[in-house]
């Protein structure tokens, strides 16, 4: 490494990014790594507190900042992920390429960031995210980095760190039970909750059928949408502790894969999700009617990336899993089933 005073640096090349940050106004590279140095430069670099220059040689074995955040790109950037297009300030950024659930190996994730002197930084997992939206960036700490380093981060893991899992357009059948809305003594508040929610995801409603407290009514409304080709059944009421509410009853009886009857999130403890043949039915409870999210919220995204939730899956949501129940709601962005 080889020191020059700024002053005398004209016709000098910078070696890496420089960074300016005016709090409140910019953040950015002031110089871009590569730039030769110009007698009109030599005021704005002491001005960033540059008084020196360094010319790095960069031995056989090592690898600049910018290169080995592209090593880093090339780890993380799975499916329907995308790279920024520039390398700033030695960081590499990932963007999703479609509207989807995003998926982190987050052992993985751990393994690497374990090796010491890199930076990798996501979002956290399961969360749906937007097509174009920022989801994860990476760095190397040094300036300059040993080779051997990252063939290991390499080698950490075959497939890619990230994925972006494209939602898939379901068709949605809803079931809505209670002798109270059947005999229209109220109205039903909670079919338009469901739809607006699923509709979001460009799902489609093929349609809603209402049912009293019974069991047969209740299967046989399940069954018709899934003979009506349905991708989904979506249950509401019933769900809780009355020996009236006869809903989980109904569906356990239909047979297929009970995952769970109950969920550690609050609001939605009387959640309930299982499979048959293949096609999820769920259980609403009433708290997904007036709360602003709910366990629904979490489920919904990854059923709709065609993910198969186990037991474990939904059992890990109690760390995380007491919504704040905010004013104004920022999910995803809060601790909300993180
Ligand atoms: N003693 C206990 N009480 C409750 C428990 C419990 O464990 N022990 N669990 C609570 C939880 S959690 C929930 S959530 C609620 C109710 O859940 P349900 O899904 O069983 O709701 P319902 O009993 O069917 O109805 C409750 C309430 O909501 C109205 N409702 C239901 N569906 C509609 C609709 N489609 N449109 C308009 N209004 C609707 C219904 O008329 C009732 O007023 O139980 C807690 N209690
Ligand atoms: O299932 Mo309840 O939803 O916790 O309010």
Request: charged content about 30%.
């Amino acid at each position: 490494m080889k020191r020059i005073d700024t002053k005398d640096a004209v016709g000098h090349v910078i070696s890496h990014d420089i960074t300016e940050i005016i709090p409140g106004k910019f953040k950015g590279r002031a110089f871009k790594k590569g730039h030769i140095i110009k007698e009109e430069d030599i005021e704005k670099l002491l001005r960033l507190g540059k008084e020196h220059i360094y010319i790095f040689e960069i031995k056989e074995d090592e690898l600049h900042e910018n290169d080995a955040a592209l090593i880093l790109g090339k780890i993380g950037c799975g499916e329907y992920v995308y790279l920024s297009e520039e390398i700033k300030e030695g960081k590499i950024d990932f963007y999703a390429e479609v509207d989807g659930l995003l998926k982190v190996d987050k052992e993985k994730l751990f393994e690497l960031n374990m090796l010491g002197q890199i930076s990798f930084a996501t979002l956290p997992e399961n969360i749906p995210v937007k097509k174009g939206e920022k989801i994860a960036g990476a760095r190397v700490i040094p300036l300059i980095i040993k080779k051997a380093k990252m063939e290991s981060a390499a080698q950490i893991t075959s497939h890619k760190l990230i994925d972006v899992k494209q939602f898939k357009k379901m068709k949605i059948g809803i079931v809505t039970t209670g002798s109270e809305i059947y005999h229209k003594r109220i109205v039903d508040k909670f079919g338009p909750v469901v739809e607006k929610k699923v509709t979001e995801y460009n799902c489609d409603v093929i349609g809603q059928i209402v049912v009293t407290d019974d069991k047969e009514m209740i299967k046989d409304a399940i069954k018709t949408h899934i003979n009506n080709k349905a991708d989904m059944v979506i249950c509401t009421g019933g769900m809780s502790v009355d020996p009236d509410d006869l809903t989980p009853s109904s569906i356990i009886e239909l047979g297929g894969e009970l995952v769970s009857y109950g969920s550690p999130v609050l609001p939605g403890s009387m959640f309930l999700l299982s499979y048959l043949d293949e096609i999820p039915i769920m259980g609403l409870p009433g708290c997904v009617m007036y709360c602003k999210k709910t366990v629904f919220d979490l489920v919904l995204p990854r059923v709709l990336s065609g993910e198969k939730l186990s037991m474990e899956d939904i059992m890990r949501y109690g760390h995380g899993g007491l919504c704040q129940d905010c004013d104004i709601c920022r999910y995803p962005n809060c601790s909300f089933g993180k």
